[in-house]
């Protein structure tokens, strides 16, 4: 019989984690720094790739959601950070349109440029500002991950959808986060090596 429901269990850590952490993050370097921090942990507690995401209210920094990488541990490749975190969030807030009326805008803070797929999912949440850590090509060459061929021109395509793009913020941080992941030989997991 076919399956015909799904569920995302987060890992432990992640309950305790969110629950020893503030649920408000004033700065944009205080939200990088918690997505990095679960980045991390992540790859620390060998519960997926070294990518974590979260969803805050832009103005007031409430944390909305917190996801991290979960493509191996529940086989099921669509389960990147940023997809985890919008999913957590839209569940949480009952709604598809994270930018719809009479709700505040809420921003999607990544550890890294989005891959092909999720930039996809960036476009339809509503969300209305994406903040990453970087967008060249060092988690490729550190890692070996294969993010997709993304448009050279995806900022301007985001912002002219109005949602305002902040690269580079941290960038250090992130990619010392993957040169631990390849320095594990931790298993990179693109379909068939390519």
Known sequence: MASSEYTIPMPPWIKTELEN???????LEERMR???KFSQHNID???GGPFAAAVFEEETG??????VNRVMPLNCSSLHAEIVALTLAQLKLQTYDLGGPGQPCHQLVVNWRPCVMCYGAVIWSGIKSLVIAGS????EE??????????SDWKNELEGRGINVV???????????????????M???NSREG
């Not at 060249?136 to 988690?139: D, K, R, T, V």
């Open 45 to 47: 507690h060998k519960t």
């Open 167 to 185: 690269d580079d913020l941290l960038t250090g941080d992130a990619v010392r986060v993957f040169q631990s992941f390849k320095s594990r030989n």
């Open 34 to 36: 918690q997505v990095i």
């Open 136 to 139: 060249g090509s060092e988690l």
């Open 142 to 151: 550190i890692t070996g991950f294969d993010e997709g061929p993304m448009n």
């Open 62 to 67: 409430k944390l909305v959601s917190m996801g």
């Open 187 to 189: 298993h990179v997991y």
């Open 21 to 27: 952490s503030p649920t408000v993050y004033p700065t």
